[in-house]
């Protein structure tokens, strides 16, 4: 049976200047703009037919501070389709609490890669569906790495990153997924910073690297411009849900017309 392909919006969550709540939206983890307000946006697409939502607190682990629980658990009120959180999560107390606040799932980059047993102890208290580990992924082209060829035939690797894109780690993102996958993550969320804000396309190498390597179910991040681009995703690297943020937040297209988009050329989706 052909699974449903999910469409996800997702908003990247700051604080502003007054120390409020706010969503931004930005070009390679940089140059972020005003959007909008998280709660208020929560619900339109809770109401627009999102399959799931995500909230990702931005600048929790880079700053090493706790997630805005109170802002997650205001959107939490809002939606009821699964809710995804991440940002700032390092132990399984900071799952308990963010869960707690309303959060079916927890996404967890940072904190995984700083101690990998996070995401066994997580699993086993709470659920491999609870856990979805981001890897926040940039291209290298150098010797180091295991290599994967781009459309142009250049080769380069994947890097994870961590705080925000902020830090190389040196860990290759494809292995590092499949290590992932065996310590429990019920699903992956493949995020491209060289993609991100772009709206030229996902990064189809990275996530068919991720996708050929794990079983887990994979959610392609960054890059979306248009329906077609969520096509080639679903089409060309069977991502098994694809998540967008610039092309729903400034309407470009609603999340009816992707899913209408995708129905048209045989590509099961919930209407």
Request: proline letters at 3%; hydrophobic letters at 35%.
């Amino acid at each position: 049976m052909t699974l449903t392909k999910r469409v996800i919006p997702c908003i990247d969550v700051d604080v502003d200047e007054n120390g409020e709540p706010a969503v931004y939206t930005g070009v390679n983890f940089e140059d972020l703009e005003y959007t909008g307000d998280p709660v208020e946006m929560a619900k339109r697409y809770n109401e627009a037919g999102a399959d799931e939502f995500v909230f990702l607190d931005i600048t929790a682990s880079a700053e090493g501070r706790e997630t805005m629980l109170d802002t997650v658990s205001a959107v939490a009120d809002e939606v009821f389709i699964p809710l995804t959180v991440g940002g700032g999560i390092r132990t399984t107390d900071d799952i308990k609490e963010t869960l707690r606040a309303g959060a079916d799932k927890v996404s967890i980059n940072s904190g995984a890669i700083a101690d990998p047993s996070l995401i066994n102890r997580g699993a086993e208290a709470f659920g491999s569906q609870c856990i979805v580990i981001s890897l926040d992924a940039r291209r290298r082209y150098d010797e180091q790495g295991e290599h994967y060829e781009r459309v142009n035939g250049e080769s380069c690797w994947f890097e994870c990153t961590v705080k925000g894109g902020r830090e190389g780690t040196g860990l290759d993102a494809v292995e590092w997924a499949e290590e992932a996958a065996q310590r429990g993550a019920g699903e992956l969320f493949v995020n491209s910073i060289d993609k991100d804000g772009t709206q030229d396309g996902y990064d189809i190498p990275l996530t068919s690297a991720v996708c050929d390597a794990v079983s887990t179910p994979v959610i392609a991040s960054s890059g979306c411009g248009s329906p077609a681009d969520m096509y080639e995703v679903f089409t060309e690297a069977d991502a098994d849900a694809g998540l967008a943020a610039s092309i729903l937040h400034f309407d470009d297209y609603t999340i009816q017309e992707v899913k209408q988009y995708l129905a048209e050329r045989g590509i099961p989706v919930r209407i």
